[in-house]
């Protein structure tokens, strides 16, 4: 399958964040005010995203159940099922985890036309997040989002509700927050969409 660099802004917002929290950005503000790129938050940046990658794949795989010609079959289900348990258990997903998981999925289990439905997903999805940031969106729905945080939300971006762990985490000592530390499959919003997900596998 084709990949597409879609989290490339999100993890660049992100590790921005991150980075900031803990002090460690070098530099000034660009002109637009956005941080400068350090050579760290490069190579984080790319050390993240096999993971983005994956956790982007299962968020658009219930997608393909819409369509009769697309949905997985009982047997792929088969094949998916324990892939989506070991993640969900994992206490972190490495980048190599997510480059292992990722091929299993593309290569074993989808088919041509799924792969192809896929990309067009992501494609979709990127010409959404371009829309949203073209309109200056701000709170919930503009704000960068990172999968496996409470509340789906980067810390310190956007509108979080009162009493939510997003906001608790925001009152506890600063550099804690660890990227690479995140199982986006274990815990928040994006988490709680994949059970439901493997619920209807299960079904099936």
Do not use: C, W
């Amino acid at each position: 399958m084709t990949k597409l660099n879609v989290f490339a802004p999100l993890a660049l917002a992100l590790l921005a964040t991150a980075t900031a929290q803990t002090g460690q950005i070098s530099g000034g503000q660009s002109q637009n005010g956005g941080r400068t790129l350090t050579p760290e938050m490069r190579a984080r940046m790319a050390q993240m995203q096999p993971v983005m990658d994956l956790a982007q794949d299962l968020r658009l795989l219930p997608e393909l159940e819409k369509n009769k010609a697309t949905a997985l079959t009982r047997a792929q289900a088969r094949q998916l099922l324990p892939i989506i348990a070991t993640l969900q258990k994992a206490r972190t997903v490495t980048a190599a985890d997510a480059k292992k998981y990722l091929s299993q999925i593309e290569d074993k289990v989808l088919n041509d036309r799924q792969l192809t439905a896929l990309d067009g997903l992501h494609l979709k999805a990127e010409k959404e997040r371009e829309a949203r940031r073209a309109q200056g969106g701000q709170g919930a729905q503009g704000a960068p989002r990172l999968p496996g945080l409470p509340g789906g939300l980067v810390p310190g971006q956007g509108t979080q509700r009162p009493g939510t762990q997003n906001q608790n985490a925001q009152n506890r000592p600063q550099g804690q927050f660890d990227p690479a530390n995140v199982n986006p499959f274990k815990t928040g919003r994006d988490a709680d969409a994949l059970k439901a997900y493997v619920a209807a596998l299960q079904r099936k």
